[in-house]
């Protein structure tokens, strides 16, 4: 408990923390889902420091969560009040450049950098060895006359490198870095928990390269923070721990908002080529003076034809012209024989064997890359230039070995160029199973804690991301249950089918109004899309239906608005209503304590948007846990992931033991009655400590059940509303 940063634990986080304590003295994994407003982060944090510091550890936790990240920065500090740990906060190079030039362009120029460094060094070892050789020559010692002559010659071969080197592109902060006293600058970092930020500016006041040093001072830390890419990208992590001086064995990783992880995995593994990138890498090639050029043009030509060709066939009767500047998928997956682009692909090669001509493109592709990279060294170029033979050629590779493999689900999209107008497209390997990039992780790191407030069922956590029998430990809200209300409202069930029917519309409408109207201060209100949000809002808020809010306020998040700005308008108001979609960024990891809101809204199920990648996903779980009960495919990739996005939008009020409020969730399928509805009733999906305090109320109803409850409460300032 010394590194526990409060006065007292709250209700059930004494617990938690023994149970994490024990898990690691066994080897285990941790699953911990808590509740919003908990403190799971310091449940994990202080049984990890305190196994860490015992067994020689560094923590690493992470987010995908900008507010956690702030959140990680105020906890470390704490409990560096308490007992001192040296913690730094790691942010990704291209927000902490002072040059803001590209990653590969960042590289050449450190190294240049070095080099003219250690030039300059042994230039001054030079010349001190010359003075000392003058000195002995007028002292008439034999052989220094040749010994020095030798020497300047070296000195003399050194001076015209550095003049070369002094030409080319290198950092002057970086050169700070190397060539001045930065004992300054680690005091100063570890005094404190010093923010990326922060860190930015000091090193910026100084002409200082503050990433690099950043790096450089990661050794013998206590604590990282960092965002979930520096462990689920396999090529970052290993640098990443390289930078910590550990080995994955020597690391206990926490990941928070972990329900997160999944998704964000299944997107660090997927591997995309557009059709952009193969027309530079065959331009490139054109000029490459290469016996390998021939045999990469081979390949690379006859895969750009074929992706042509491809999304030519598979857009339908005018879809083109509905193109915009976003990515459109188009499905070329084919149930009994290979995908639609490898048979256009296998249809226009005419080389010598596939395999060993990507083989050639790729060795031509790492020659050239080496030459661009000496080339922007040498002050030939002004910027690093990426080899995009390359990185086409790894990609066709790819695609050809594993766009059949199971949970590898092939993909080709097209997008309108804002600058030609013209539709231009893209392959695409999408990962369905992020467990191939977990698993891994897990696998080598000493411990992982998974924490969640949405995390459950854990079993599918297991499955998903590759776990092997973790701790699992679930502690909901602890806080007075008289001081909350869960409604389930016997709205109609808003099928996609129904949410035009204007019966229904006014139905819904009227429950809203009649929530806000009731509520004494400020309503999120969460629906599927950010189409039905405007939908409700202009029939509460903007007069296209008879509904009555009251004096509330109403606010829309809609494109071209700045969320941020958005919540502070809406928490700075007393009574006012914010209308926004449940797969938006209010949904989760941004809270609304105390006042900010009083009532949280779900109208409607939030299923995810059907599409092909979502099939892919839905197919490939359901072959690959066949042997589960039930139907896994739509449970793992659709009613899971949806229950858990609902139940982190009613987390967003009741944050602390003193706080009240009412969460009502709008739609039939939330009620006792959705047990009639089949694998559409979604009441049984969520735990049954939660759905347990759920109370049936028809529409008509609801106003009064909110009158009682925040009557009881004293909640209005003056005279309740009437009904």
Known sequence: MRFFPFAEPYPNQAEAMDRVANAFARGQDVLLEGAPGTGKTVSALVPALAYAREHDKTVVITTNVHQQ????????????????????????????????????????????????????????????????????????????????????????????????LRAAATCEHYYNNLTRDTGQFYRWLHEDVRTPDEIYDYADERTLCGYELLKEGMEDVDLVVCNYHHLLDPTIREQFFRWLDRDPGDVITVFDEAHNVEAAARDHATRSLTERTLESALGELEDADDSRASAAENVLAAFLAALRETYDDALGFGEREQVGDGWHDLAIANDDR???????????YEGRGIDDEVELAIQLGKALDRSYAEAYKNGETTTRQECQTLQAARFVADWMGDAGELGRHPLVSVRRDAGTDEVY??????????????????????????????????????????????????????????????????TPALFASERGDPDVQATVGDAIADAVRFTPGNVLVFFPSYAEAERYHARVFGG?????????????????????????????????????????????????????????????????RLSDRLEAVQAAYARSYA??????????????????????????????????????????????????????????????????????????????????????????????PRP
């Open 69 to 164: 990240t702030r959140q990680f920065v105020a906890d470390a500090r704490s409990i560096t009040r308490t007992e001192p740990i040296r913690a730094v906060v790691f942010r990704g190079k291209a927000s902490m450049c002072h040059v803001d030039v590209g990653y590969e362009e960042c590289q050449a120029m450190r190294d240049a950098t070095r080099e003219l460094v250690d030039q300059e060094a042994e230039k001054r070892e030079l010349r001190d060895r010359a003075d000392a050789l003058m000195d002995d020559m007028r002292e008439g010692a034999d052989g220094a006359s040749e010994a020095y002559g030798a020497v300047t010659d070296e000195l003399s071969t050194v001076e015209d490198d550095l003049e070369d």
């Open 338 to 348: 290979k995908d639609d682009l490898t048979l256009a692909f296998l249809g226009a």
């Open 425 to 490: 497209g893209r392959a695409e390997l999408y990962t369905c199973i992020p467990r191939e990039v977990t698993a891994e992780l897990f696998e080598s790191v000493h411990a992982t804690i998974l924490m969640s407030a949405t995390l459950r069922p854990f079993d599918v956590v297991e499955d998903v991301l590759g776990l092997d029998g973790p701790a699992t430990m679930a502690y909901g809200l602890e806080y007075p249950e008289e001081r909350r209300r869960t409604y389930a409202v016997e």
């Open 544 to 608: 296209t239906g008879d509904h009555d809010p009251g004096d509330a306020t109403g606010y829309l998040d809609e494109a071209g608005t700045r969320t941020e700005d958005l919540r502070q308008r809406f928490v700075a108001s007393e009574h006012a209503a914010l209308f926004t979609s449940l797969w938006g960024t209010l949904a989760e990891g941004v809270s609304f304590d105390g006042d900010d809101a009083r009532t949280v809204l779900v109208v409607g199920v939030p299923y995810p």
């Open 627 to 720: 042997d589960r009960p039930g139907d896994a495919g739509w449970q793992y990739a659709v009613e899971i992931p949806t229950i858990r996005k609902t139940r982190q939008a009613l987390g967003r009020v009741i944050r602390s033991p003193d706080d009240f409020g009412v969460r009502a969730l709008l739609d039939r399928r939330y009620t006792s009655a959705s047990k009639e509805m089949g694998k559409y009733g979604v009441r049984d999906s969520f735990p049954p400590e939660e759905r347990g305090e759920f109370i049936d109320v028809a529409p008509e109803k609801l106003r009064f059940a909110m009158l009682n409850f925040y009557g009881d409460l004293d909640a209005y300032d003056g005279d309740p």
